[in-house]
């Protein structure tokens, strides 16, 4: 047996599941592989390795990102060598067509697409991390490579535990065959979950009772409590504490740990290496300068030599110019006392030096934001979580027990440590029990992401026609979760519309007089609560719009609720949607006040002078100007007149009320008792209505969305408009146009297409190209940022023209109703043209910046690289001859310096 000769090979014995899935896979059958960060998955995606190598067949093996490919292709040459091994991601292209191939997933999707001729012989691929599906952005790749990947093709899929392991694993057998499901939740190594009080550690669980009982129900520990409890209290008595001489009043003054405090009690206890997440680039550079402030070393004279050795491997090509503006010398600094941070800013040379330093026990406590937890291997020993908010996006929001748990798993180091520990410092605001339900829940669904793009639909349409593209969209993982949650919808449906009939034939049946009656009841009812609606949503409107007329000082009068009376408003707040002035009350009581708070629009009373500063945190000042506002003497209005409903001058409602009350019926003698069925069908009715329109809404969802795909592509002339009338567009349907949108992967591909047809980047430079090919890709991380309108009057011309093409086109996917293509983003243009154009870089980092921060040295070379491989598929794909020369002579300029070094 094959998996006795690969077992022979390692230097350890096979855990349960990784035994299990090896002879799944051995067996033929594809796997799925569940569990937790450390478990020792890879095994098993190694062993496909050794069965098609065995079998003299091919095997790729994918990662999410380029950094793990490189790690894995690093692991598979030191095993097989590197004749047997090759490598491919958007930067690196090593021996291709070797039997063992380790690839970014978007480059297999690509070679897919493409029916490249490296697939011939592919007997098993691996898909690690293929939990990244759910990744709003990328996570389509994942689901399209399933998809396509030939039926003889065994997959391997490992992923990081999900509470939906076998609806994932259904899905998986229904459209890639027999699968085997191996979901394993032990964690290789214990992990101790603990709060950080102060520099005092305490136990998260009372790990006493677990000793008893492994099984017993996890209890918080009662010396954290008790601990906690008189925080609060001294945290409470002080935010009360009224101002005298020489007393600060008002806010507590506890103050967690520095970080090389914290460092330096894990040190104490021999909990390093530690990997402290800390949700900000900047947050992690601070930390780092905070302990380089401080006098914290972890490493050793001998140690810090072979740092240097390490470090001048990684960065020796860096041009020595740009060493200063890339922080180099305060880098090195933390790197050789045993301290760094690791986040997508960071130089890639850097970061790579900090994970090797780290994965040898050199770097002992580093500073990284979430990314790390993305599969880097960078264990440790401790994971600290300064946090339990983090900016999403959108809006700051609490980790999730999926989140938690993906962080602190990186806690504990297979063969090394006995077992690993989780940190929370602590700080007012945090409950222990908050704390416990994250770590002691284990749910992590797996959401599929994926939906059609259009250069995903011109391939699919290119390869199999527009019929059998909707059939394998309808056999995606979202289509699969999506039916699944219609299926108790549906069933819900079948019962209400069983109880319907004998509440119908107690109305007389639906031909009934009585049924007619209790339907135009229901109408006057509906129009009843329509009206009510519009009368809230005007109320709401109205409201609004005076909060948002206050001013700093205005009296008003609060005409409802708990908080009735006069108030002050000290700060106002002009949010359109929902403002939230800061108020006074007389009863001494300060806080923000909503719309929902005024049923009756709000209005300035008059006026009073407020001090320059307010502290309305002090129970002194509040007190002092509630005193100030009862003595303005401005009079409460008494009870305003209900305000008429929009209901009393209706006249759709009040014809429909004289129908029903000249209706045969509504004299009935039994109307009553009718009427009571009458309203339980109405109302069953209405429920089941609104369920069809989920299950419409719902079912043949991701179709949908392609078929107005197909029609926009067919009104622009990519897919042969003849075609679109018939049942099916066939291969030859693609006009040429659309097979070059067929070979752009962007984010905004079709209007890439749109600009490469449309010719409004011919007649550029190689700088001024590369200008505008960076507004496709780059996305500023912060609202305001535009950057100019171009360094060049071409540049400036070319991106008029293509902010043209882009409403158009955004005018046409609102028309098709449509995901909108994302609007071009200038913020990096003048960037990548002086960097292109062999400026230095600090000038095109200052380019780059905003509000007077340069932008980071890896930010940049991420966006650089990005501008380059959106820039080869312009080489690949224009129909101008001086457009792909331009796009060629721009890769060439812009991969230099910090740019070309460690390209990973």
């Known amino acids: 047996m094959e998996l006795e000769a690969f077992a022979a090979q390692l230097n350890f014995s096979l855990d349960p599941f990784q035994a299990q899935a090896c002879r799944a896979l051995e067996a033929g059958h594809g796997v799925l592989v569940c569990a937790p960060t450390g478990a020792g998955k890879t095994v098993v995606g190694e062993f496909a390795v050794h069965l098609a190598l065995a079998a003299s067949r091919k095997c790729f093996y994918t990662t999410p990102i380029k950094a793990l490919s490189n790690q894995k292709y690093a692991d598979l040459v030191d095993r097989y060598g590197k004749a047997s091994v090759g490598l491919l991601t958007g930067d690196s292209s090593i021996n291709s067509d070797a039997p063992v191939v380790v690839m970014t997933t978007e480059v297999l999707r690509n070679m897919l697409y493409a029916n490249s001729p490296t697939l011939r012989g592919l007997s098993h691929v691996v898909m690690d991390e293929v939990h990244f599906l759910a990744d709003r952005f990328r996570g389509a790749v994942w689901e399209e490579v399933i998809l396509h990947l030939s039926e003889d093709v065994r997959l391997v899929s490992l992923s990081a535990t999900v509470s939906n392991a076998e609806e994932f694993g259904s899905w998986m057998e229904t459209v890639r065959g027999d699968t085997a ?37 996890l209890v918080v520990d009662r010396s954290l409590v008790r601990h906690l409890k008189q925080h609060e209290e001294l945290a409470r008595a002080e935010s009360w504490e009224p101002r005298g001489r020489g007393g600060r009043g008002g806010r507590t003054n506890y103050r967690p740990p520095s970080r090389p405090d914290v460092i330096a009690r894990l040190d104490d206890d021999g909990l390093l290496p530690a990997i402290t997440f800390i949700f900000s680039r900047a947050g992690c550079d601070a930390a780092v300068a905070q302990c380089l402030r401080s006098r914290l070393r972890l490493t050793t004279e001998e140690q810090a030599a072979e740092i240097a050795e390490i ?55 580093v500073f990284a934001t979430e990314t790390l937890a993305l599969g880097i291997n960078m264990p440790a020993r401790t994971v600290v979580l300064e946090r339990l908010v983090k900016y999403n996006g959108e809006t700051h929001a609490e980790l999730t027990p999926g989140e938690y748990t993906q962080l602190t798993g990186r806690a504990g180091r297979r063969g090394i440590d006995v077992e690993g520990h989780a940190v929370v410092l602590w700080q007012p605001g945090i409950e222990a029990t908050e704390v416990a339900g994250l770590a002691s829940t284990r749910t992590f669904p797996l959401r599929s992401s994926f939906r059609p793009s259009y250069n995903m639909s011109i391939n699919l349409i290119d390869q199999m026609g527009a019929k059998e593209s909707r059939s394998l969209l309808e056999r995606s993982f979202a289509q699969y979760q999506a039916d699944r949650s219609v299926v108790g919808l549906v069933r819900t449906i079948e019962r209400n519309e069983a109880a319907l009939v004998p509440l119908a034939e107690k109305l007389g049946g639906v031909d009934g007089e009585y049924f007619e009656y209790a339907r135009l009841r229901e109408r006057v009812r509906a129009r009843e609560r329509e009206l009510e ?95 100030a506002l009862r003595s303005t003497q401005i009079a409460v209005p008494g009870r305003r007149g209900k305000r008429k409903s929009p209901a009393s001058s209706d006249p759709e409602l009040a014809t429909l009320q004289r129908s029903m009350r000249s209706h045969p019926c509504h004299t ?89 047809r449309h010719g409004v980047w011919k007649g550029l430079g190689p700088a001024e190209l590369a200008a505008v090919v960076s507004t496709m890709v780059y996305e ?80 940049f070379v991420r966006w650089c690289r990005q501008v380059i491989d959106l820039l080869d598929q312009v080489y690949s794909t224009a129909p101008d001859r001086e457009v792909r020369a331009a796009a060629s002579k721009a890769v060439t300029t812009i991969r230099r310096g910090v740019v070309a070094v460690d390209a990973a």
């Open 533 to 627: 609606r519009q009368g809230r949503t005007d109320r709401r409107k109205d409201a609004v719009a005076s909060l948002v007329a206050l001013r700093r000082g205005d009296v008003i009068a609060i005409p409802v609720g708990k908080r009735a009376g006069m108030a002050v408003v000290l700060e106002p707040d002009t949010d359109p949607t929902d403002p939230r002035p800061l108020i006074l009350t007389v009863d001494k009581w300060a806080g923000r006040v909503s719309a929902a708070d005024f049923p009756s629009p709000a209005k300035a009373l008059g006026t009073m002078r407020l001090p320059k500063f307010v502290d309305h945190h002090t129970a002194r000042s509040r007190r002092d100007l509630a005193a």
């Open 780 to 859: 500023s991380r912060q609202d305001g940022e535009t950057g100019d309108r171009g360094p060049t009057g071409a540049v400036r011309h070319a991106l008029g023209e293509t902010m043209g093409l882009w409403s158009a086109l955004r005018a046409d996917e609102v028309r098709h109703k449509l995901p909108l293509t994302r609007e071009p983003d200038f913020g990096f243009a003048t960037a990548v043209y002086k960097w292109a154009s062999a400026e230095p870089l600090v000038d095109a980092l200052v380019a780059a910046g905003n509000r007077g921060q340069a932008l980071s040295a890896g930010d």
């Open 181 to 217: 499901v191996i979901v394993d939740e032990v964690r290789p190594i214990p992990l101790w979950q603990h709060i950080m009080v102060g520099r005092r550690m305490f136990d998260l669980f009372d790990t006493k009772a677990q000793a008893r009982d492994p099984a017993a129900r």
């Open 311 to 365: 470090v001048e491997r990684h960065t020796g090509e860096l041009p020595k110019s740009d060493l200063a503006v890339l922080g180099y010398w305060e880098w090195r600094e933390g790197v050789e006392r045993g301290i760094a941070g690791h986040h997508a800013g960071m130089l890639p040379a850097f970061r790579h030096a900090v994970e090797e330093l780290f994965v040898k026990g050199l770097v002992r406590a």
């Open 668 to 756: 009935a003698a039994d109307r009553d008792q009718l009427d009571r069925v009458g309203e339980r069908y109405n109302k069953l009715a209405r429920e089941t209505e609104t369920l069809r329109q989920k299950v419409a809404a719902t079912t043949n969802s991701l179709a949908r969305t392609f078929d107005r795909i197909v029609h926009l592509l067919g009104e622009r002339g990519y897919i042969e408009a003849a075609e679109l009338g018939g049942p099916d567009v066939g291969p030859h349907g693609i006009t040429e146009d659309g097979q070059r949108l067929s070979r752009i992967y962007s984010e905004s591909d079709l209007l890439v297409a749109e600009c490469l």
